[in-house]
């Protein structure tokens, strides 16, 4: 019996049957979905969540009498907690990632983690008179739904000698892989380092006392707004599709810079024209996750392409951890705590 030809480097390993690849589909969608819901809940309730309940006589409750009506801690420390777990798994994943193989399903994730956040931001208020903790409290069930899809949905890997390379790589390829990935990463960490200086850093601060809306309210309501436009480009990545991410750096950061000018500036109008600049933000945003994301896939070899998403993804994490820590600062620099 002749034996079987091996796969060459380049190629892609074989197709799966249609009912596996509906079936890891669904998988991947609600691994993505598990992992952003929470995430986006505990950012778009931050404010809240910190906020004291008690008050000095004459103050609302959490504000320490500046212009800003600053809470006593700035969102990005639950920025700091949600995103310094995940900086540390995802350094450790460039080494490891070949011992856990896929069969694909990355656009699954992508549009599961997308759609994650507009059902976590979706509750400006909370509900039929709920407290916000309570209104929270069905996030307990998403990580069993995590341990459901992964161990009995998911598929199994597939065998090691279909796989291109073995499976393995050795330290020159993962560091050519690595170095290919770059110029996407880059800028995606650019691009992730202004929105959330943004979202955490600037929002809170950028208040409107004569809006109809209340301080928490107006937060909230930015980050359901960002989360939709976020939304809106990953879920339309197949038709627009930036081939320069360095572009959309460079927008994200001219918003961030008009933005941190208006906190002391107030020279908006009003809430509706933040809220415009917050929709431009998320757009942005999520233009840049999908075409970077694409543009890696694209790119790299199949054999190294869950490296190459891996460096792209730790570059988005890298922004998003240092943002939180210039939050921090800007809260600092601004509420004098």
């Known amino acids: 019996m002749a034996e079987e030809e091996p796969l060459l480097p380049d190629a892609p390993p074989p197709a799966p049957p249609p ?11 609600l691994l993505g979905l598990c992992n952003n819901l929470p995430y986006v809940v505990m950012l778009s309730a931050a404010r809240d969540l910190l906020q004291p309940p008690t008050a000095r006589p004459g103050q609302p409750p959490g504000s320490n009498g500046s212009a800003f009506d600053c809470n006593p801690q700035s969102t990005g420390a639950v920025l700091l907690a949600d995103i310094l777990p995940t900086l540390l798994i ?3 994943a460039p080494f490891v990632i070949h011992l856990l193989p896929y069969k694909g399903g990355s656009g699954q994730r992508g549009l599961g983690a997308g759609g ?5 931001t979706g509750l400006p208020i909370p509900p039929a008179g709920l407290s916000l903790p309570h209104a929270v409290l069905p996030g307990l069930l998403l990580p069993h739904i995590t341990l459901l899809s992964y161990f009995f949905l998911l598929g199994p890997p597939p065998c090691p000698t279909a796989l291109p ?3 393995g790589l050795t330290a020159g390829e993962r560091w050519q892989v690595a170095k290919a990935a770059l110029p996407q990463a880059a800028p995606l960490a650019v691009v992730y380092f202004a929105e959330y200086f943004i979202n955490q850093g600037l929002l809170e601060l950028l208040y409107f006392p004569d809006a109809a809306l209340t301080h928490n309210e107006q937060y ?6 960002y989360q939709g436009g976020v939304f809106l480009a990953r879920s339309s990545v197949r038709c627009l599709r930036c081939r320069r991410v360095g572009l959309l750096a460079l927008l994200q950061v001219l918003n961030a810079a008009l933005l941190l000018a208006a906190v002391p500036g107030r020279f908006l109008p009003g809430f509706g ?3 415009a600049l917050v929709l431009g933000e998320g757009l942005v945003g999520g233009g840049a996750y999908g075409s970077g994301f694409s543009n890696v896939a694209e790119q790299a070899a199949p054999w190294g392409r869950a490296l190459a998403v891996a460096v792209a993804a730790l570059g988005d994490t890298v922004g998003v951890a240092l943002a939180g820590g210039a939050a921090v600062g800007i809260h600092r620099l601004f509420c004098g705590a």
């Open 273 to 275: 024209a933040a809220c």
């Open 220 to 225: 909230r309501w930015y980050q359901l707004i």
């Open 19 to 29: 009912a596996e690849r509906w079936r890891d589909g669904a998988a991947f969608w």
């Open 165 to 167: 390379h073995g499976g």
């Open 116 to 120: 994650g956040d507009v059902p976590g």
């Open 90 to 92: 995802k350094l450790a």
